[in-house]
Every structure is written in structure tokens, then in C-alpha cells.
């Protein structure tokens, strides 16, 4: 499963962050905020499952995970247009996904980021 495989190594780099001196997790409310692109994972609801999964019985099994997935965009050369799609609009394991233009309809190409934008933790 794609989103387990990426989860593993955010859990990963979280867990080491937690590693780190002068952390404290004890009684703190902890919040993992993460940005990925829309091409690195399936679903949401897929990528938080595998985290629910991942984080059981380590420090970070109490967090809250607040999910934030970039858009895809498509740009069309017939239209002009240039705008976000919506969430599972492309197969993600197309090298060069393409999709119809939400305003002519021609099949336009569709970018948006395969991997991790940015990971941030906090502590309350
Ligand atoms: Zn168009």
C-alpha cells in the first residue's frame, strides 16, 4: 500500500524528533500537522488509517493528526484554464497524469507533488 510505505517514514522522523533532549511529550497535547502532494497518496482517509496503525503503542499513539493534502492542478492548452482538481480526480500511479479540463473538456495534463511538503509537530 502506497500511503502505509510513506506514513512508515513520517511516523519515523517524527519518533527521532521525540527522541531528541529536551522534548517533553509527557501530558502534552500533540499535534502532527502534514503537507502532501496530491499525486503521493490515494486518499485521506487511506493515509490516516496507516497512521493510526503506525503510531499504536509508540509515543506519538495520542496525537492528532491534522492532514493537509496540495491540490492537483491541471492547465489547459485549450482553454486556458489553470485551477485545482478534486481529491482522486487522477490515478496517482501515472508517470504524466492527465485529466478533462473542467471548462472545454479537452484532456489536459494534471501536476501536483508526489511526495512529503513539510511535517510539523506540536506541543501544547
Ligand atoms: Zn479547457
Redesign the pocket.
Known amino acids: 500500500m502506497h500511503e502505509y510505505g510513506l506514513m512508515e517514514e513520517v511516523v519515523k522522523s517524527l519518533l527521532a524528533k521525540l527522541d531528541e533532549p529536551g522534548i517533553v511529550t509527557e501530558g502534552a497535547e500533540m499535534e502532527v500537522v502534514l503537507k502532501v502532494g496530491a499525486l503521493a497518496v490515494h486518499s485521506a482517509a487511506a493515509t490516516r488509517q496507516a497512521y493510526e496503525v503506525l503510531v499504536k503503542g509508540t509515543k506519538l499513539e495520542k496525537s492528532r493528526l491534522t492532514l493537509i493534502i496540495e491540490p492537483l492542478i491541471l492547465t ?1 492548452s ?4 489553470s485551477g485545482p482538481l478534486p481529491e482522486g480526480a487522477v490515478d496517482p500511479h501515472e508517470q504524466l497524469p492527465l485529466a478533462p ?1 473542467p ?4 484532456i ?1 495534463p494534471v501536476a501536483g507533488s508526489r511526495g512529503v511538503e513539510s511535517i510539523e509537530l506540536v506541543l501544547d
Open positions: 489547459c485549450g482553454c486556458g484554464f479540463c471548462q472545454c473538456g479537452s489536459s
